[in-house]
């Protein structure tokens, strides 16, 4: 009697985390080379970052990352990127347990020949590399959208489809560095590179080269 209740609250705990499970499996198909644009929420960092450029339809991002093994579900599907000490690999699971709030990209058909060289340059060449704490893009260290803009220039120096802009840390309307960058580089001991080349996962989500092919949770300021 007592093994046939255990049988039945186990069987009711599994039926329930399965479907808890099926509820968050997206109904779309990943594809190696989906770009993931995340609103972190990870306090003045992410704030200052968004505060200087909207990403799409008003989206507030912090953070991408990239697809480089498409599998069946959230736990087999591989996502590259440059966060905390390195380039490194987990699964999109991981990833959105970290934020739901997840933009995907899809780079337009007639790009799509980039993207496995892209993906085999990142794989062979960026992973494991230093993140780029001062972010410089002339450097060997690496952050999380200067990734995806080396591997697309490994397949093609003259794309278009992510460019290079001159870098803001200023807050917006003045000539005046967020107190937090203030505070990052002296502790760095480096300077503000303000007005050095760079991009950031806001202006990259709204490139006319990409669709933005899914939404998990809507990112902070979409409309």
Request: contains cysteine; hydrophobic residues 35%.
């Amino acid at each position: 009697m007592i093994s046939k209740r255990f049988y039945v609250i186990g069987m009711t705990v599994f039926f329930v985390l399965y479907v808890m499970l099926m509820l968050r499996q997206p109904n779309i198909t990943f594809k190696e080379g989906d770009i993931l644009f995340q609103d972190l929420d990870c306090g003045p960092p992410c704030e200052a970052i968004e505060a200087v450029t909207q990403g799409y339809n008003g989206s507030q991002l912090s953070h991408c990352a990239i697809i480089s093994k498409a599998g069946t579900s959230l736990r087999n599907t591989i996502v590259t990127e440059a966060i905390g000490e390195n380039v490194s690999k987990i699964t999109l699971e991981e990833f959105l347990n970290r934020s739901n709030k997840v933009l995907v990209g899809r780079l337009k058909k007639e790009h799509s020949k980039l993207i496995p060289i892209a993906l085999q340059h990142i794989e062979d060449n960026l992973v494991g590399k230093p993140y780029d704490f001062i972010f410089d893009i002339t450097d060997d260290t690496y952050y999380c959208s200067e990734i995806i803009y080396e591997g697309l220039q490994s397949a093609d120096i003259n794309q278009e489809i992510m460019q290079l802009y001159p870098m803001t840390f200023n807050e917006p309307g003045t000539n005046t560095p967020f107190v937090h960058w203030v505070e990052y580089y002296e502790e760095l001991n480096h300077e503000i590179p303000e007005g050095k080349l760079g991009l950031n996962p806001g202006g990259m989500s709204r490139s006319k080269d990409i669709d933005i092919v899914y939404v998990f949770d809507k990112p902070s300021g979409m409309k």
